[in-house]
C-alpha cells in the first residue's frame, strides 16, 4: 500500500489500460496526492477515457486532475536509426493454475500460430499499427505508405492510414497547432520531401533472420546477450556493460565488419596510450587515474590542461575496457562455435549441395563439431536459398537425419517447410553468388595482429593467459561481400527506382500505395494496373525512409540497410515489431512447429 501524500503532485506514466484506468480512479477516491498529472504511453481509447471520466464524476474527485496527455511512446529507440515496439502483453490465464504457454508471446507466434483466434490476430495488428503511429507522429512528417498485398503488413498499412487521417482530420477542427501530431508538414513541406513509410512482413525474408552475421553488432546480438543497449558478458565472470549514447566506439564500429572492430581497437588503445603519456610527461603524473598526485607549483597551463584532460582520457579508457571485454568474449564464442567457417558457408549459399553442406557438418574440429542450433539455422538458410523443387524428399530426409543425431529440434525446420510449401516463398535472392572477400586461415594472424598486440597492455594483461592469441589467430579473415539483402533491396527499389533491378521494381510495382493526406477516394487503385493514378502512385523517390517489418528485426538485416544507406546518402531508419536474435527467432519457429500444421 501507498501512503498518501497530499501535499505533492502526482505524475502517471502508464499504458492505457483498464485495470490502470481503475487503478487511478481508487487513488483519485482515496485523494492520495494533491494533484494528478495523468500521462498514457499511446492514446488512450474513448471507452477508457468515459470509464476514467465516469468514476471521477461519480467519486467528485475531478478538479484533482490537472492534466490527461496522450504521449505516443509506446516504442523504443536504442540507436538514432533502429526502433522497436513495446512486447505484446501476456495472455491472460482464465484457470486457477495458468499453463506455461506454447508459444512464446511475439507478433509473428500471435499472428502466424494456427490456434490464434481471428479477435487475437485483429488485436495484435491493432497493437502493432498503434505502435508503429506512435513513432510517426514522434517523426512529426506524414508519410506515404507502401507495404506488400495479401499478409499482415497490409492489414497494418491501412490501419495505419486511417488512425493518421484521423489525426489530421482532429486537428483541423481543432484549429490548434498544441493538438497537430503532424505540425511540420503544415509550414510547406512538399511531397518531395515527406518520407517513405515501407511495412513489410516478416516471411518476405526468414534467412536473415537465422543467418550468421559478422558484423560487430550482428555477432554480439548472436553470441552474448543484448537487450536494450545491455551487453551480458557470462565469462570469466558475468559482467554487463551499456552501450548508451556516450560510447563512440560503438557508435562508430557496431556496423563494421568484427575483424575491422578489432584493428580499430588497437588503434584506439594506441591512441590513448600516446594521450596519456603527453599528459604524464607534461604534469608529472604517473598514473592518469590519479589526479591527486598533481603538483601544484607546475606550470599554470599544463594543469589546466591535465584537469580537462584527465576525465575525458578515463572515460575513453573505461569504454575501450567494455570494448576489450566484449571483443574477447566474441572471439571465444568465434572459436568455439565456428562462426567465421559458418559465415563463409552461407555467403556463398547458392554453391553449396547437399553433399558438402553435410560434409562440412560432419567434419571434425578441433574446437568440437558445430553446435546443432547452428547446424539447424545453416540448413534453414541453405533450404530457404534453394530455388522451388532443387531438393528432393531424399535431400531433406539426409539433412533432418543429420540435425537429429546432432541433438536439434527439427520442429523449425518442418515449419519453414510447411510455410514455403503453402506461400512457395522465393527467397533464393537473400543469400548472393558472390564469394567473401578475404583470405583463409593463413591470412586470420595477420588482420587480427592489431588486436593480437593489444594484449601487452597492462588493461588486458589477465586475458592472455587464456592462449586468445592462438584463438585470434585461428580466426579465418572473411569480409561480408557488397550485396543487398531483400528488405534492403525493396526499399532501394521504392527509394531510388533508377538504381534498382528489374526484379525488385516488378515486385514493389503492386504494391499498395496510401496516402493520408490524399482524399480518401484517391488512394483507391493506387497501385497495381489499371488504376488512377498509378505512374504517381508506383514510382517516386525519397530521401528519407522509414523501414517496418511486421514479425521482428534484425541486426544482420539493420546493417546491411545502414551500409546501403550511407553508399547512396539516403535517411534509413529501420524497425520492426521486436529485435530478435537468431536463436530466439528458431524458438519462436520451433514453437510454430510443434503446434501442429499450418
Keep these: 500500500m501507498r501512503p498518501p501524500l497530499p501535499d505533492v503532485p502526482a505524475v502517471y506514466f502508464v499504458s492505457p489500460t483498464l485495470a490502470n484506468v481503475r487503478r487511478i480512479a481508487e487513488d483519485l477516491e482515496k485523494s492520495l496526492y494533491e494533484s494528478f498529472h495523468l500521462n498514457f504511453v499511446e492514446p488512450l481509447p474513448r471507452s477508457l477515457l468515459e470509464e476514467l ?4 464524476a461519480r467519486d467528485g474527485s475531478g478538479e484533482l486532475v490537472e492534466q490527461v496527455m496522450d504521449q505516443y511512446l509506446s516504442f523504443i529507440a536504442p540507436s538514432p536509426s533502429l526502433f522497436s515496439l513495446l512486447p505484446p502483453p501476456p495472455i491472460a490465464s482464465t484457470s486457477a493454475n495458468p499453463p506455461t504457454p506454447t508459444i512464446p508471446q511475439s507478433t509473428y507466434a500471435i499472428l502466424n500460430s494456427p490456434s490464434s483466434t481471428e479477435q487475437q490476430i485483429e488485436a495484435e495488428i491493432e497493437r502493432v499499427a498503434s505502435g508503429l503511429f506512435s513513432a510517426i507522429a514522434t517523426l512529426g512528417h506524414v508519410p506515404f505508405i507502401r507495404s506488400p498485398r495479401g499478409n499482415a503488413a497490409e492489414m497494418v498499412a491501412k490501419k495505419l492510414e486511417g488512425k493518421i487521417r484521423d489525426a489530421i482530420i482532429t486537428a483541423s477542427r481543432s484549429h490548434g497547432s498544441s493538438t497537430n501530431l503532424f505540425a511540420q508538414d503544415t509550414t510547406g513541406l512538399s511531397n518531395l520531401q515527406r518520407p517513405l513509410l515501407l511495412i513489410l512482413d516478416r516471411n518476405v525474408d526468414m534467412v536473415s533472420m537465422v543467418s550468421h552475421g559478422w558484423t560487430y553488432q550482428a555477432l554480439v546480438s548472436d ?21 548508451d549514447a556516450k560510447d563512440f566506439f560503438w557508435a562508430r564500429n557496431a556496423a563494421n565488419p568484427f575483424p575491422q572492430v578489432a584493428d580499430e581497437i588497437d588503434q584506439e588503445l594506441h591512441r590513448y596510450k600516446q594521450d596519456a603519456a603527453e599528459i604524464t610527461r607534461s604534469t608529472g603524473v604517473s598514473d592518469v587515474n590519479d589526479i591527486t598526485q598533481l603538483d601544484l607549483s607546475t606550470n599554470a597551463a599544463h594543469l589546466k590542461t591535465a584537469i580537462t584532460q584527465l576525465p575525458e582520457l578515463t572515460a575513453r579508457k573505461a569504454t575501450l575496457d567494455t570494448h576489450m571485454n566484449i571483443a574477447t568474449a566474441l572471439l571465444e564464442e568465434i572459436k568455439k562455435r565456428g562462426m567465421d567457417e559458418l559465415f563463409s558457408t552461407e555467403e556463398a549459399i547458392n554453391k553449396q549441395t547437399v553433399a558438402s553442406l553435410l560434409e562440412m557438418m560432419r567434419a571434425p574440429r578441433a574446437d568440437g563439431h558445430f553446435t546443432a542450433l547452428d547446424k539447424l539455422r545453416l540448413v534453414i538458410v541453405f533450404y530457404l536459398s534453394s530455388p522451388d523443387n532443387a531438393l528432393s524428399k531424399d535431400d531433406i530426409s539426409e539433412l533432418e537425419k543429420e540435425l537429429k543425431s546432432a541433438g536439434a529440434d527439427v520442429s523449425a525446420f518442418d515449419y519453414v517447410r510447411r510455410t514455403r510449401e503453402i506461400s512457395r516463398m522465393t527467397l533464393s535472392a ?19 595482429g592489431g588486436f593480437t598486440s593489444v594484449f601487452g597492455n597492462r588493461l588486458t594483461d589477465r586475458l592472455q593467459a587464456g592462449g586468445l592469441e592462438n584463438l585470434i589467430s585461428g580466426v579465418k579473415n572473411f569480409l561480408p561481400s557488397n550485396k543487398l539483402l531483400p528488405v534492403t533491396r525493396l526499399t532501394e527499389a521504392l527509394m531510388d527506382s533508377s538504381a534498382a533491378s528489374n526484379q525488385s521494381l516488378q515486385e514493389t510495382d503492386d504494391y499498395i500505395f496510401l496516402d493520408p ?8 487503385g493506387m497501385a497495381g494496373a489499371g488504376g488512377s493514378g498509378v505512374t ?24 546491411n540497410l545502414e551500409e546501403w544507406a550511407a553508399k547512396t546518402g ?12 537468431p536463436g530466439g527467432f528458431v524458438d519462436i519457429l ?7 500444421s499450418i
Design 517 to 524: 493526406r490524399a482524399p480518401k477516394h484517391a488512394n483507391a
Design 570 to 581: 539516403k535517411r534509413v531508419s529501420y524497425g520492426g515489431t521486436e529485435i530478435l536474435d
Design 430 to 448: 537473400s543469400m548472393g553468388s558472390s564469394t567473401p572477400t578475404g583470405g583463409g586461415a593463413g591470412q586470420g594472424g595477420q588482420l587480427f
Design 590 to 596: 520451433q514453437e510454430l512447429g510443434k503446434s501442429g
Design 536 to 559: 504517381r502512385g508506383k514510382r517516386m523517390a525519397f530521401a528519407e525512409s522509414i523501414v517496418f517489418v511486421v514479425g521482428g528485426a534484425g541486426y544482420v538485416e539493420y546493417g
Design 223 to 243: 553470441c552474448l546477450e543484448i537487450k536494450l543497449n545491455r551487453v551480458v558478458v557470462e565469462q570469466p565472470q558475468k559482467r554487463s556493460y551499456d552501450l
Design 53 to 56: 471520466a465516469a468514476s471521477v
